[in-house]
């Protein structure tokens, strides 16, 4: 209960932002639907952006704090993976549904192409879109990223015990972790209530069984053989202070892909989120250096 728990704690630092609207989406063909926020840019042909979240969270809870000034430039949209928040629950979870989940979605929107992003293990779903779609990506921005995991005992270990930890977990542990937040809020330790709450119910709609079977995924992962394929413009941004990946696997991965510019920011691995007023404008240049890109 120690690190969930001082992840809740940490929720009580959510920097202050609008939550964009969203609305429940069906996927045909994908066995359901899933919860998008489609935000439009300042021109009706701004070029779209479609950014995926991280582990054991959803699309607006990774991304919420960004979306406001992205939307300055681009259409922006986020969805909830399958297994997360209110994404497809059919099945077991897969990198591989993920991706296709992503091209679906665009079909739907009416979008032939975007500019595909991710954080996290969301970066690892983007890999995939450019490999399993690689028509409909116009480009990648690759956020706390990584070629493959498990490369070390240590890493295996973690993969093994998260998921076996994780697959044992009961939703009553999860509201656990919720009450705690919510005492904590309502104890008047600052900031707005409404949005922790917001936050903290994200957090349940996430099963400890869909983290389990996600971790389990993501140390299959292993993308090395073909990353150097990659031929459309891609930026990596790297925080220097990560401690879940190590951040010279994050360089060696940017080295990899042919002309990947590389986007230092001086942060640890929730920065999408606990430090995005560090994160969102190294994230929003490395946007604008592939959209540029894309554009030349």
Same mark, same amino acid.
């Given at each position: ?6 992840f ?5 630092e959510l ?9 429940? #989406?069906?996927? *045909?063909?994908?066995g359901?639907?899933t ?8 021109t ?25 000034e ?9 969805? +909830?993976?399958?297994s997360h ?9 897969s ?5 296709d +989940? ?11 192409k ?8 969301g ?14 990506v ?6 706390a ?10 890493e ?8 076996a930890?994780?697959?044992?977990f009961?939703?009553? #542990? ?17 900031? +707005?209530?409404?949005?922790y ?9 996430t099963s ?9 995924a ?6 090395r053989p073909?990353v150097?394929?990659?031929? @459309? *413009?891609?930026a @990596?941004v ?5 401690? @879940? ?5 994050q360089f +060696?991965?940017a080295a990899?892909i ?5 986007h ?7 920065? @999408?989120?606990?430090?995005?007023d ?8 490395a ?5 540029a890109?894309v554009r030349a």
């Open positions: 209960m120690g690190a969930p728990l001082q809740a704690r940490r929720l009580m920097p202050a932002a609008p939550v964009p609207p969203g609305e429940m #989406i069906e996927l *045909p063909g994908r359901g639907a919860y998008v926020s489609d935000n439009p840019g300042p009706p042909d701004a070029p779209v952006v479609v950014l995926l979240h991280a582990l054991a969270t959803t699309g607006l809870l990774t991304w919420y704090p960004a979306v406001g992205l939307s300055k430039r681009y259409r922006v949209i986020t969805l +909830d993976q399958r928040g209110r994404g497809i629950t059919q099945g077991t979870f990198l591989y549904d993920c991706a +989940d992503v091209a679906a979605l665009l079909d739907v929107l009416g979008l032939e975007a500019l595909i992003a991710g954080y996290s293990m970066s690892i779903v983007a890999q995939r879109v450019w490999r399993q779609h690689r028509e409909r116009t480009g990648l921005v690759l956020a990223s990584t070629d493959r995991f498990m490369t070390t005992t240590t295996r270990l973690f993969h093994q015990a998260t998921g930890a994780m697959l044992g009961q939703r009553p #542990i999860t509201n656990r972790i919720a009450d705690f937040g919510a005492r904590r809020t309502a104890a008047g330790l600052g900031g +707005d209530a409404d949005l709450e917001w936050a903290l119910e994200e957090m349940r709609r400890p069984l869909a983290v389990g079977q996600a971790v389990a993501l140390g299959r992962h292993h993308s073909w150097s394929r990659i031929d @459309v *413009p891609t @990596v790297i925080p220097t202070k990560d401690r @879940v990946i190590p951040p010279q696997r +060696d991965l990899r042919p002309g990947a510019t590389v230092e920011v001086a942060a640890g691995h929730a920065a @999408v989120v606990l430090q995005a560090e994160f969102v404008p190294v994230f929003a240049q946007l604008n250096t592939v959209q890109r």
